[in-house]
């Protein structure tokens, strides 16, 4: 039966350790952090100033990924953590918990959104708002600018350790841009005479987060069902085991995936009239290769049984 593909699964992505990944993860975080809590501040200064609910409201929001970005280093540092007794597996799918966590927190978030701009649809707040000053839009445009750069940074390495937890952070800064397009133009209709475009606005931007908190919490979930991984990769690793020397032909290759690592079991099949011995040099071969070709992968059983059986 022909599976799905999964798109994040890179067949050629380059090693990378796991302390490597903890600490380019906990600097990402820390510039986040910084970066959230300077802005919440400056954007909840120019809301005072200028009189624009929109934009202490998004100083909120800002605020907010502070808490977000924590989640993560903590997420990063347990799963991080090598092998012991409890987990002879390793700690890989408390990144996915940090996903998950980070998704709920994301899907809320836009849950208020909506919620804001529906109570103000439907009460008289539209007509007693105060008029925002010019500051209030040019703090809204430095918000954008800023959160999107924010995105693409975190994304940037969410992509390339293939960490659901960053890439959820990196969402939360997009979540954080849209909410302050929503506050640019309600500011500019307030300042225009249309202060029902803030809402308008506003209830887009809602189900669109609510959208991507979705498939952040379907992707995490996929990650810890033990769920095989896509049908490319698993073509891709009989390929290396039957390039090896003695291997006659591969048989049967479960794989599944554990947080954003592979394991793996792969049947290959040998001449009988084979040692012991070198059945297992075989085996080790192919065990080698596929871990040196394919760094997702964190462990592969090889087993090595006659041709003729």
């Given at each position: 039966?022909?599976?799905?593909?999964n798109?994040e699964?890179?067949?050629?992505?380059?090693?990378?350790s796991?302390?490597?990944?903890e600490?380019?993860?906990?600097k990402v975080?820390a510039v986040s952090?910084?970066g959230?809590?300077v802005?919440?501040l400056?954007?909840?200064?120019?809301?005072?100033?200028?009189?624009?609910?929109?934009?202490?409201?998004d100083a909120v929001?800002s605020?907010?990924?502070?808490?977000?970005s924590?989640?993560?280093i903590?997420?990063?540092?347990?799963?991080?953590?090598?092998?012991?007794?409890d987990?002879?597996?390793g700690?890989e799918?408390?990144e996915?918990?940090?996903a998950i966590v980070l998704?709920?927190?994301?899907f809320?978030?836009?849950?208020?959104?909506g919620?804001?701009a529906?109570e103000?649809?439907?009460?008289e707040?539209?007509?007693?708002?105060?008029i925002?000053?010019?500051?209030a839009?040019?703090?809204?445009?430095?918000?954008?600018i800023?959160?999107?750069?924010?995105?693409?940074?975190?994304?940037?390495?969410a992509?390339?350790?293939?960490?659901?937890?960053?890439?959820?952070?990196?969402?939360?800064?997009?979540?954080d841009?849209l909410?302050?397009v929503?506050?640019l133009?309600?500011?500019?209709?307030?300042?225009?005479g249309?202060?029902?475009l803030d809402?308008?606005?506003?209830?887009f931007i809602c189900?669109?987060?609510i959208?991507?908190?979705?498939?952040?919490?379907?992707?995490a979930?996929?990650?810890?069902?033990?769920?095989?991984?896509s049908?490319?990769?698993?073509?891709?690793?009989m390929?290396?085991?039957a390039?090896q020397?003695d291997v006659?032909?591969?048989g049967?290759i479960q794989t599944?995936?554990?947080?954003?690592r592979?394991?793996?079991?792969?049947?290959?099949c040998?001449?009988?009239n084979?040692?012991?011995?070198q059945?297992?040099?075989?085996a080790?071969?192919?065990?080698?290769a596929i871990?040196?070709?394919?760094?997702?992968?964190?462990h592969?059983m090889v087993y090595?049984?006659?041709?003729?059986v």
């Amino acid at each position: 039966m022909k599976r799905n593909p999964n798109p994040e699964q890179s067949l050629s992505a380059e090693p990378v350790s796991r302390e490597e990944f903890e600490k380019t993860a906990v600097k990402v975080s820390a510039v986040s952090i910084i970066g959230n809590a300077v802005l919440s501040l400056f954007k909840f200064l120019v809301g005072i100033i200028a009189h624009s609910g929109a934009m202490v409201s998004d100083a909120v929001h800002s605020a907010s990924d502070v808490f977000s970005s924590i989640i993560v280093i903590i997420g990063v540092k347990i799963s991080s953590e090598k092998s012991d007794r409890d987990h002879p597996y390793g700690h890989e799918r408390f990144e996915c918990v940090a996903a998950i966590v980070l998704s709920v927190t994301l899907f809320f978030s836009g849950l208020f959104i909506g919620h804001t701009a529906i109570e103000n649809l439907t009460s008289e707040k539209l007509r007693t708002m105060a008029i925002p000053g010019v500051l209030a839009l040019v703090a809204a445009a430095i918000s954008i600018i800023c959160k999107e750069v924010m995105y693409w940074y975190t994304r940037f390495y969410a992509k390339r350790y293939d960490s659901g937890a960053l890439m959820a952070d990196a969402w939360h800064h997009r979540s954080d841009a849209l909410s302050s397009v929503g506050a640019l133009i309600g500011i500019a209709g307030a300042r225009m005479g249309f202060p029902m475009l803030d809402t308008i606005a506003s209830l887009f931007i809602c189900l669109f987060i609510i959208k991507a908190a979705y498939d952040i919490f379907k992707n995490a979930v996929s990650q810890m069902v033990d769920r095989s991984c896509s049908e490319e990769m698993e073509q891709a690793i009989m390929q290396c085991a039957a390039e090896q020397d003695d291997v006659i032909r591969v048989g049967l290759i479960q794989t599944r995936v554990f947080g954003n690592r592979i394991y793996a079991d792969i049947e290959v099949c040998a001449h009988g009239n084979i040692t012991l011995a070198q059945s297992h040099e075989i085996a080790q071969r192919v065990h080698n290769a596929i871990e040196e070709r394919f760094p997702k992968i964190k462990h592969i059983m090889v087993y090595v049984r006659p041709s003729d059986v």
